[in-house]
Every structure is written in structure tokens, then in C-alpha cells.
């Protein structure tokens, strides 16, 4: 009986230095592991783990890059088509409000020309019936000296 004892704490001490063992195997192994090695083990352990196994996922492949490089291609040529018809309609509004400008412009320097002419002949009117005036003052007081 003693020897069974002993022989049992035996066995148990030797499965436990063999567990011990075993469990830093391991560690050491995983510390030796590359990125790529523990990404793989911890899948597997989640598949493992989990009842619900997700998808792996893949790259797409370059067809769909390309495809959206067509649709965006033919697409935005919607925008440069707008842009320019907006431009050209821009550029005859700005046409239009230039020729009003000019349009009133040339009007209001006529109207300035014109006003400024009649003005120097009223100005050069006035002058000379005041000249006739003073004329006409001068003759009557000379008459008047003299009679």
C-alpha cells in the first residue's frame, strides 16, 4: 500500500512535469510562429470553437477594378457635357450684359455729347444776348448824355 502511494504520487508528479512539458512546448512553439502560421491557428481554433464557419475571404479579381474604371469613365462624361453648355450659357449671359452695357453707354455719352453742345450754344446764346444787351444799354445811355 505505501509503495502504491508512492508509486501514484509518483505518477502524479511525473504527468505533471509531462504536462508542464507539453504547455511550454507549446508556448515556445507559438512564440516561434510567423504572422501568417498564428493568423492560420487562430481560424482554425475559431472554426474549431464556433458552430457558424465563416467564409474565407478572397481577393476580387482586376475584371472588377476595370469595370469600375468603365462605368466611372463613361459616366463622367455626363459632367464635362453640362459644364460646357453651362460655360456657353454663362458666356452669352455675360455677351448680353455686355452689349446692354455698351448699349447704355453709348446712350448716355450721346445724351452727355448732345446736353454738353446745347449747352455751349445756350452758353454761347446767353453770351451774346448779353453782349446785345449791354450794347443796347451802352447806345441808350450815349443817347442820353447827348440829348
Known sequence: M???????AGDSASSK???????????????RETFGESKERKREEEEENSTISKKK??????NDTIEYLREKKYSGNEYPRERVA????TARIREAKISKYDAFYSATTTAITSATTTAA???????????QLMMNMLQQENKWKES
Open 2 to 8: 505505501l509503495i502504491d502511494t508512492f508509486t501514484s
Open 17 to 31: 512535469s509531462e504536462k508542464d512539458r507539453e504547455s511550454a512546448l507549446e508556448m515556445r512553439r507559438i512564440a
Open 57 to 62: 475571404k478572397s481577393r476580387s479579381s482586376g
Open 86 to 89: 453651362d460655360e456657353g450659357k
Open 121 to 131: 450754344a445756350t452758353t454761347t446764346a446767353v453770351s451774346s444776348k448779353q453782349s
